[in-house]
């Protein structure tokens, strides 16, 4: 079956023929407009919601999400939220770049589950059932985490990490999800120059000339 891909950008949920450009780093992604590739789409326009499914995949700002399932809504203040399912036996995947100091290597934060929930309004992601949160910084893995439940928050660049999935008439505990494991680089230290010994000008200080001094003459 030849594949229909649909391209949408809510910007509100309104539709558009488009081409779907690339997407570029953007300070504040929750701000850019969001694009959906896709094999199949079903809109409700009076709840203001949207089902991608099939080859799904999702850009906004730096944003990515893949998945076989997306499921779009847009709040009565303009916020978006998506949740992307992935197929049987498979994980989706996210991706995003964080803010650096100019200058700086740039950084991503991807990750894969079973399912990730994107709250525009709170800015953060949540990657639910096998889920592993990784971040790369100039190319080279720093962090590499995975546990059952990850949030990442990209205004707080804070994430959570739970062992089990919470789940409806659980009790605590009761959910067998293993434990937290995680790999943390350690970020080099800024680099200092080295003290000089006392009595030692700095580098960089020119030593001034001292004016000679005269003894005073005899009247």
Same mark, same amino acid.
């Given at each position: =079956?030849?594949?229909?891909?649909?391209?949408?950008?809510?910007?509100?949920?309104?539709?558009?023929?488009?081409?779907?450009? $690339?997407?570029?780093?953007?300070?504040? +992604? *929750?701000?850019?407009?969001?694009?959906?590739?896709? +094999?199949?789409?079903?809109?409700?326009?009076? /709840? /203001?919601?949207? !089902?991608?499914?099939? %080859? !799904?995949? =999702?850009?906004?700002?730096?944003?990515?999400?893949?998945?076989?399932?997306?499921?779009?809504? /847009?709040?009565?203040?303009?916020? /978006?939220?998506?949740?992307?399912?992935?197929?049987?036996?498979?994980?989706?995947?996210?991706?995003?770049?964080?803010?650096?100091? $100019?200058?700086? $290597?740039?950084?991503?934060?991807?990750?894969?589950?079973?399912?990730?929930?994107?709250?525009?309004?709170?800015?953060?992601? @949540?990657?639910? @059932?096998?889920?592993?949160?990784?971040?790369?910084?100039?190319?080279?893995?720093?962090?590499?985490?995975?546990?059952?439940?990850?949030?990442? %928050? %990209?205004?707080? +660049?804070?994430?959570?990490?739970?062992?089990?999935?919470?789940?409806?008439?659980?009790?605590?505990?009761?959910?067998?999800?293993?434990? !937290? *494991?995680?790999?943390l680089a350690p970020k080099a230290p800024p680099s200092a120059s080295p003290a000089s010994p006392a009595g030692t000008p700095a580098a960089g200080t020119r030593l001034q000339a001292t004016p000679q001094l005269t003894a005073p003459q005899e009247p």
């Amino acid at each position: =079956m030849k594949r229909l891909p649909t391209l949408l950008s809510f910007l509100p949920l309104t539709f558009a023929a488009a081409m779907v450009l $690339p997407a570029h780093a953007e300070r504040a +992604d *929750r701000d850019q407009p969001m694009h959906i590739e896709s +094999d199949a789409l079903r809109h409700d326009e009076l /709840q /203001q919601t949207s !089902v991608f499914t099939g %080859n !799904v995949v =999702m850009t906004k700002g730096s944003i990515v999400l893949r998945g076989a399932q997306l499921d779009v809504r /847009q709040d009565p203040q303009g916020y /978006q939220y998506g949740v992307v399912t992935a197929a049987s036996g498979k994980r989706a995947f996210f991706r995003q770049k964080r803010d650096t100091a $100019p200058g700086a $290597p740039e950084e991503f934060v991807e990750g894969e589950a079973e399912v990730i929930e994107y709250d525009g309004r709170k800015d953060d992601v @949540r990657l639910i @059932r096998r889920a592993q949160l990784r971040r790369y910084t100039g190319g080279t893995l720093s962090d590499d985490i995975t546990g059952q439940q990850i949030t990442y %928050n %990209n205004l707080t +660049d804070v994430f959570t990490v739970d062992s089990q999935t919470p789940q409806a008439g659980n009790k605590p505990g009761s959910s067998s999800g293993g434990r !937290v *494991r995680a790999v943390l680089a350690p970020k080099a230290p800024p680099s200092a120059s080295p003290a000089s010994p006392a009595g030692t000008p700095a580098a960089g200080t020119r030593l001034q000339a001292t004016p000679q001094l005269t003894a005073p003459q005899e009247p």
